[in-house]
């Protein structure tokens, strides 16, 4: 099913769009600060291929990943549903050097031809990422043979009762998000164990989840997004075989 006959996908695409600016103010003047950006720079370096790559942002959102990693000369694309999010990112990316291409683009299906990436990179999408499964297959399928796969994400939401609902955006997150909308995210509150045997499942190679603690000391230092609280990240990493591989 595309996300346009997908009511579901609809809502909360219309969640992010809403709060798109509120987020990039949290997520830009976080980056803003060099360990910061020096942090993430290095959790991106240390698994993606040598060289400049060709890369595809999986949830771009207002494009900080695309971003940084443009920055550090790759050929970004960034794609996202919710328009909200990708004006925050066209937006920024004006004064850039070499700014990434941003796209309106399901993270399910992507709309590019098979082996167009060297890598695919994703931050906070998985665990609000429906149908996993084919996904996965889409993303083994645009990678080039030897490829890498890296996302970083945490379990942020235990269940519908400790969601804070304080707020107007709490609030319409708590229903863009409610139970039967869970239901239907395969890694909404899955730990990095599951998401590693489900990428073995789909075919990926040397998967790993690493610890970011680092990245967990500089959400205590300087805060998390709103109605979050700080957890352990992991950063998952995978690679699609080379063809004498398989
Ligand atoms: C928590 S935000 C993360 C944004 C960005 N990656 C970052 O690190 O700041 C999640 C993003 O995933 C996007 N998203 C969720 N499902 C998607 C899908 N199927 N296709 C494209 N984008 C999707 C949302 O619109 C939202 O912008």
Same mark, same amino acid.
């Given at each position: 099913?595309?996300?346009?006959?997908?009511?579901?996908?609809?809502?909360?695409?219309?969640?992010?769009?809403?709060?798109? $600016?509120?987020?990039? /103010?949290?997520?830009?003047?976080?980056?803003? *600060?060099? +360990?910061?950006?020096?942090? =993430?720079?290095?959790?991106?370096?240390?698994?993606l291929p040598?060289g400049t790559c060709t890369i595809l942002d999986?949830?771009?959102?207002?494009?900080?990943?695309a971003?940084?990693l443009a920055?550090?000369g790759h050929e970004v694309t960034g794609?996202?549903?919710?328009?909200?999010?990708?004006?925050?990112?066209?937006?920024?990316?004006?004064?850039?050097?070499t700014?990434p291409t941003?796209?309106?683009?399901?993270?399910?299906?992507p709309?590019f031809a098979?082996g167009s990436f060297d890598a695919i990179v994703?931050?906070?999408?998985?665990?609000?990422?429906?149908?996993?499964?084919?996904?996965? $297959?889409?993303?083994? /399928?645009l990678l080039r043979?030897g490829g890498v *796969?890296? +996302?970083?994400?945490?379990? =942020?939401?235990?269940?519908?009762?400790?969601?804070?609902?304080?707020?107007?955006?709490?609030?319409?997150?708590?229903?863009?998000?409610?139970?039967?909308?869970?239901?239907?995210?395969?890694?909404?509150?899955?730990?990095?164990?599951?998401?590693?045997?489900?990428?073995?499942?789909?075919?990926?190679?040397?998967?790993?989840?690493?610890?970011?603690?680092?990245?967990?000391?500089?959400?205590?230092?300087?805060?998390?997004?709103?109605?979050?609280?700080?957890?352990?990240?992991?950063?998952?990493?995978?690679?699609?075989?080379?063809?004498?591989?398989?």
């Open positions: 099913m595309t996300y346009a006959a997908d009511p579901v996908q609809e809502r909360w695409n219309e969640y992010w769009t809403r709060y798109a $600016a509120e987020y990039d /103010e949290h997520q830009a003047s976080r980056l803003a *600060l060099p +360990a910061e950006r020096e942090t =993430w720079s290095r959790v991106w370096a240390q698994v040598e999986a949830g771009t959102g207002s494009g900080n990943v971003l940084l920055g550090a794609i996202d549903l919710a328009t909200g999010m990708l004006e925050q990112a066209h937006a920024k990316s004006a004064d850039h050097p700014p941003f796209l309106l683009g399901d993270a399910v299906d709309p098979p994703s931050r906070y999408l998985l665990w609000t990422l429906r149908d996993a499964p084919s996904a996965l $297959a889409r993303w083994y /399928e043979p *796969l890296v +996302a970083v994400d945490a379990p =942020w939401f235990e269940d519908g009762e400790s969601m804070p609902r304080g707020t107007d955006r709490q609030i319409h997150f708590a229903t863009a998000y409610d139970e039967a909308a869970f239901g239907r995210l395969p890694f909404g509150r899955a730990n990095a164990q599951r998401i590693v045997a489900d990428w073995e499942s789909a075919g990926f190679v040397d998967v790993r989840a690493d610890p970011l603690p680092e990245v967990l000391e500089l959400d205590r230092a300087h805060g998390v997004a709103p109605g979050h609280s700080p957890q352990l990240q992991h950063r998952i990493s995978g690679r699609r075989p080379e063809r004498n591989e398989r």
